[in-house]
Nanobody, 125 residues
Framework: VQLVESGGGLVQAGGSLRLSCAAS????????MGWFRQAPGKEREFVAA????????YYAESVKGRFTISRGNAENTVYLQMNSLKPEDTAVYYC???????????????????WGQGTQVTVSS
């Protein structure tokens, strides 16, 4: 699976962005998908994840209530709607695909098999 993120950019605090991650391949609907981010000088951190059928969503505490993950299996795309953005949300955002069930390990990057190249999100104060 190849993943390509888009939708990043520069936005003022309080604004919104919608990230997209387009996947190649016909088996997209079988993958659990996640979003991670990495800010300069910091480790990569989990942001959100969604199960293969879209029935389960998981969020980091720092984004809960502000970000929404969704997927369109017909479009082979996963989305991250980001509202009420804060300067601390500034990071490179990566989408990732996991071919196996994640259970409670959806926040662990090592459980994902494929990664995109990332898209920069910058939130100004």
């Amino acid at each position: 699976v190849q993943l390509v993120e888009s939708g990043g950019g520069l936005v003022q605090a309080g604004g919104s962005l919608r990230l997209s991650c387009a996947a190649s391949g016909r088996s997209f609907s079988m993958y659990n998908m996640g979003w991670f981010r990495q800010a300069p000088g910091k480790e990569r951190e989990f942001v959100a994840a969604i199960s293969w059928n879209g029935n389960s969503e998981y969020y980091a505490e720092s984004v809960k209530g502000r970000f929404t993950i969704s997927r369109g299996n017909a479009e082979n795309t996963v989305y991250l709607q980001m509202n009420s953005l804060k300067p601390e949300d500034t990071a490179v955002y990566y989408c990732a695909a996991a071919s196996r069930p994640l259970g409670s390990l959806y926040g662990r990057g090592t459980k994902y098999d494929f990664w995109g190249q990332g898209t920069q999100v910058t939130v100004s104060s």
